[in-house]
C-alpha cells in the first residue's frame, strides 16, 4: 500500500506505466526498460521481497538444493521450472554462496537491506546466495507482467 498523489504517482509506479489516475484505463500499456530491471534489482523494496522469500527457502523443510529452487520458483510463477531452469539457478546459488562465504561483510549488507530485520539464525552466505537467487527468479517477465 502507499498514498497517491495525483500529480505526482510514486516511482515505481510510473516507472511501470501506472496510468496517471486521472481518467479511466481499461487496459494498460506494457513495456519493458532497462529503468524496469534496474528498480526490480536495486530499490529496496524488492530487495526486502527477495530477502523474504530466501528466508522461506531456507525455512522449508527439505534440505535438497533442487527442491528449494522448485520451490521458490513455483511460489513465484505458479509454474514447475524446467530442467534447464533449476541447473542455471544452482550454478548462480554456488556462485554467489562463494562469493560471500569469501566477503561475509558484502552479504551482510546485501542482507541488511530494507525496513524488516533479516533471520539471524540463518547462515549469512546462505542467506545472501538464495537472496541473489530469489531477485532472479523475482526478475522473470513472467512473474511481474500479468498474461
Known amino acids: 500500500y502507499t498514498f497517491w498523489k495525483r500529480q505526482s504517482p510514486p516511482p515505481n509506479m510510473r516507472v511501470f506505466d501506472a ?7 481499461v487496459q494498460r500499456s506494457r513495456t519493458n526498460t532497462p529503468l524496469q530491471a534496474l528498480a526490480l534489482m536495486n530499490d529496496p523494496t524488492f530487495v526486502e521481497a527477495s530477502r ?3 528466508e522461506l527457502i531456507m525455512t522449508l523443510d527439505s534440505s535438497e538444493l533442487s527442491q528449494q529452487v522448485v520451490f521458490a520458483f513455483r511460489r513465484a510463477t505458479a509454474r514447475r521450472p524446467s530442467s534447464a531452469e533449476v541447473d542455471v539457478l544452482l550454478d548462480v546459488f554456488q ?3 562463494r562469493h560471500f562465504t569469501d566477503d561475509e561483510t558484502e552479504a551482510l549488507k546485501l ?5 524488516s530485520r533479516r533471520n539471524n539464525e540463518l547462515n549469512v552466505a546462505e542467506h545472501a546466495a538464495w537472496t541473489t537467487v530469489a531477485s532472479m527468479i523475482l526478475c522473470l517477465d513472467e512473474t511481474i507482467s500479468r498474461r
Do not use: D
Open 52 to 54: 523474504k522469500l530466501a
Open 111 to 115: 542482507l541488511s537491506v530494507g525496513g
Open 95 to 97: 556462485v554467489q554462496k
Open 19 to 25: 496510468p496517471t489516475r486521472e481518467t479511466c484505463t
